[in-house]
């Protein structure tokens, strides 16, 4: 795991909304989670951050997710 993209950790169906799934990622470097490509994981619904390196996304999926996926800086 680079400077330049986050890793996801792990991710789960959520309910709210409906379909939705919440993708954990963490990253190495001073980053926001909000600066990394998260609509590539699909339809972007929201995110948060929760310590300095990590945070999650809430998207509605397309295509497979694997843990270990990464996603790069915008």
């Known amino acids: 795991m680079g400077k330049d993209s986050a890793i996801v950790?792990?991710?789960y169906q959520n309910d709210d909304p409906?379909?939705?799934?919440?993708?954990?990622?963490?990253?190495?470097g001073k980053h926001d989670i909000s600066d990394f490509?998260?609509?590539r994981f699909g339809d972007f619904i929201g995110c948060e951050n929760e310590t300095d390196n990590t945070g999650?996304?809430?998207v509605r999926a397309r295509g497979n997710l694997?843990?270990?996926?990464?996603?790069p800086l915008l």
């Open 56 to 58: 999650w996304a809430l």
């Open 37 to 39: 490509q998260l609509d």
């Open 18 to 28: 409906p379909g939705s799934v919440r993708v954990n990622l963490k990253w190495n």
């Open 66 to 71: 694997n843990i270990g996926d990464t996603v």
């Open 9 to 11: 950790m792990s991710f």
